[in-house]
């Protein structure tokens, strides 16, 4: 007889897999303390102690390596470990004196520590030409291509505040990077190419019409066959009729590439959450390595690093320097492209004579 | 190491560098042909700079409309072995905790259906299984609620809700996040399970206004921990950081309403004035704590930009209790009124922030029957038409 088929159990609670010195001291922590990059202590109203060991990964993890880590966490964590929302993993003990044999073990199998305090930490990342339909570039190539040269900043502390990357194949955003210090979006930058055979059979078009935010899709028959067209001139590139449609190719090999912004934030300090502004447009894509978007991003770290004051996020050193500044420090020319002119586009125009000369 | 199939001399480049390499977590699972095929298509699409990927189409497990992402090769002849290389989302624990057999069995789990590919996590907070064929997900499903998982969220109903680390091991969480996205995952299965909206719907839960989850970003629902009475100061620990900090520089004059005052000895906090940004709690954190009367901000109506442009989520309620007895009453109560108004009303793939822009926030409110308050706007309108109607006259 077959087994009873068991649904909507939801996730499991996560009460089970909180580690001892956690359940005894739930919601008392006094206060904590980062001990050094990717070590930190979190010290309870009860005096109890937990450490917490961080380490970079590369998101997409073969079960091997997590394998790998629940050995090492039963080695030195009696078995308790957690991932941030950063996907870096974190060793979580209560022996001060395990924590160098940690480190060097976790280093050992190739994962670094760090992506504490005043640092760049992972970048959050999308799927890519790993495993997404719609991906103008690859997320996992560019973000290591990135990190690669990042990787000190993911290792020290000394940048003048937090610096988040994010990394979104399209403009979907699976990744939600809109509001990063820096953001590298893919984006396509053609109208899609409509396949009108297949199109009839795989696609409603009343939704196909629906979809595009612009109007810019219009019924028609094309060779005798109930399709659509599109006016190219008011496509944006956004790709949603593709989502509704997989007829209407969005993606084109010679003109996809990646755009970067930057400036944004979520956190609440100091100055409110802000969406990322557009810095450079397009860049071609050039995989496996990416180098123009490499060296962008490097060079607009290093010029932020070198000019923001202490605790000012990259938005905030923009806001206090303008952004003509910023344009003339990075060296990143200004074009058309960057004012904007979708909706409510005015509210971004300077309207105010208050300028720097 | 396992023979590989293809040589793929692009991808090997990105094995080389101090970052943890992709390819080679691809390559260790690489004793599965699946995975070797995905590893020749990826090739390809470094060599052609094209995603070879088909769209979806419709795959999921009986009696769920969610939690499997249909992934189909546009090149199967050539890469057979990833002719059907579906996505699977799996609710993961709140907070991302784990013991070691957990990790263990969903790796066991995976490796009896699928290709051992993994992402630690997805993007809205799930485990995320990359790539088994259709055949597999009903026996994958069955091992996972075996052993006590289920399936994540996906297309137009709740998505997995995700919460910050909380009470478990953060001194600011100001309500328990870990216990809200538990309580809210649970109560709302079928919302998760069975898309009946618009479009998604994303809870997550963030203990302060640090957002570490991203909510007010990331979400259609933003519960972000705040508190009402006066942040708790250590004087003493003050006078110890002012050993290392400019407390002038790098408290009060970063403050964004100028409510901390230093003398040298004594912080002074007008808290009447505080806004909880919480800049000078996370520059000293062994001084200063959230206060204790504490509860949460319900922020409504973020989104990434498609369709109607990007938003931020914006305040709903300034302050709703999120006491952990109360079975969060108050706040499903809300998103039961948000669900009906805006399922009914709402258009196919609209948010429902872009929903609130369209029929206006005002509107919204009396039907949801919540009261507008100043701290739901930067500042009254300052345009004139205004939409009268017989209410100004009584």
């Known amino acids: 007889m077959a087994e009873e088929r068991i649904t909507d159990i939801g996730p499991p609670n996560y009460e089970q897999f909180l580690p001892p010195v956690i359940k005894k001291n739930y919601g008392k922590w006094d206060h904590h303390e980062i001990l050094k990059p990717g070590v930190m202590v979190h010290v309870a109203e009860s005096g109890d102690k937990l450490f917490t060991v961080r380490c970079g990964t ?142 009839p059979k795989m696609c409603e078009i009343p939704t196909l019409v629906a979809s595009c935010p612009t109007g810019a899709i219009r019924p028609a028959t094309v060779d005798g066959v109930q399709s659509v067209e599109i006016v190219d001139e008011q496509c944006m590139f956004c790709g949603n009729c593709y989502t509704v449609c997989p007829a209407v190719k969005i993606n084109n090999a010679q003109t996809d590439g990646i755009s970067i912004w930057v400036g944004g934030k979520v956190s609440n300090a100091r100055v409110a959450p802000k969406f990322s502004k557009l810095a450079i447009p397009f860049i071609p894509n050039n995989p496996p390595r990416w180098p123009e978007v490499v060296d962008a991003v490097v060079k607009i770290i290093n010029v932020y690093a070198e000019n923001a004051r202490k605790h000012e996020r990259m938005g905030e050193w923009i806001d206090r320097i303008g952004w003509p500044k910023f344009f003339e420090l990075t060296d990143i020319e200004f074009t058309k492209y960057h004012i904007d002119d979708f909706k409510h586009a005015g509210e971004t125009y300077m309207r105010t004579a208050q300028l720097r000369h | 190491m396992t023979e590989m199939k293809y040589k793929t001399p692009l991808l090997d480049e990105l094995e080389k560098g101090p970052w943890p390499s ?190 570490c989850v991203a909510s007010i970003a990331r979400s259609d629902c933003s519960v972000m921990g705040t508190w009402k009475d006066e942040i708790q100061v250590n004087q003493a620990a003050v006078l110890d950081y002012a050993k290392t900090v400019d407390i002038d520089a790098e408290i009060c004059d970063l403050c964004p309403t100028r409510c901390v005052e230093w003398d040298g000895k004594t912080l002074e906090i007008d808290n009447s004035n505080c806004v909880k940004c919480m800049h000078c709690i996370n520059v000293m954190p062994k001084a200063l704590k959230p206060g204790k009367e504490r509860g949460a901000t319900i922020l409504i109506g973020g989104k990434a930009p498609i369709i109607g442009g990007a938003l931020l989520c914006s305040v709903f309620v300034p302050f709703l209790e999120m006491d952990k007895d109360s079975d969060y009453e108050d706040l499903k109560e809300l998103t039961e009124a948000i669900w009906d108004l805006w399922g009914e009303h709402g258009k196919l793939r609209e948010r429902v922030g872009e929903f609130i822009q369209r029929v206006g926030m005002s509107n919204f409110l009396e039907e949801i029957g919540l009261d507008p308050v100043p701290e739901m706007v930067m500042a009254p309108r300052s345009n004139p038409y205004i939409f009268f109607d017989d209410e100004i006259f009584e």
């Open chain 2, 22 to 211: 992709f390819v080679k977590e691809m390559k260790k699972e690489a004793h599965r042909p699946m995975v070797q095929d995905a590893i020749g298509q990826l090739e390809r699409s470094y060599e052609e700079h094209i995603s070879h990927w088909k769209h979806g189409g419709l795959v999921g497990v009986m009696g769920y409309g969610g939690g499997v992402i249909g992934r189909y090769s546009d090149l199967p002849e050539e890469f057979p072995e990833v002719a059907a290389f579906h996505t699977h989302r799996v609710n993961q624990p709140s907070a991302w905790f784990y013991t070691s057999e957990a990790l263990r069995t969903l790796c066991d789990i995976w490796e009896r259906h699928g290709s051992g590919l993994t992402n630690m996590h997805g993007s809205t907070g799930d485990i995320v299984f990359l790539g088994s064929t259709t055949e597999e997900i009903e026996p994958l499903f069955a091992d996972l609620t075996k052993h006590g998982f289920d399936l994540g969220g996906s297309g137009s109903n709740m998505r997995t809700p995700s919460c910050c680390v909380g009470p478990a091991r953060c001194e600011w969480a100001c309500y328990d996040t870990l216990d809200a996205c538990y309580n809210i995952t649970q109560e709302f299965q079928d919302e998760l399970h069975r898309p009946f909206f618009p479009y998604k719907y994303k809870f997550k839960f963030a203990g302060c206004p640090n957002d």
């Open chain 1, 58 to 199: 590369p998101r997409l993890l073969a079960i091997t390596s997590i394998r790998k880590f629940a050995d090492i966490a039963d080695k030195y964590c009696d078995g308790h470990l957690r991932w941030t929302s950063r996907n870096n993993v974190e060793f979580l003990l209560t022996d001060e004196s395990k924590i160098e044999a940690l480190i060097a073990e976790v280093e050992e199998y190739g994962f670094p520590i760090g992506g504490m305090g005043n640092c760049i930490s992972n970048i959050v990342h999308t799927q890519g030409w790993v495993h997404c339909h719609s991906a103008a570039s690859d997320a996992s190539g560019t973000v290591k291509a990135v990190m690669d040269e990042l990787m000190p900043h993911f290792q020290n502390m000394e940048l003048p505040a937090k610096l988040r990357v994010a990394y979104a194949c399209c403009l979907n955003m699976c990744g939600a990077v809109h509001c990063s210090d820096i953001a590298i979006l893919g984006v396509h930058t053609r109208a899609p190419v409509i396949e009108h055979d297949d199109l």
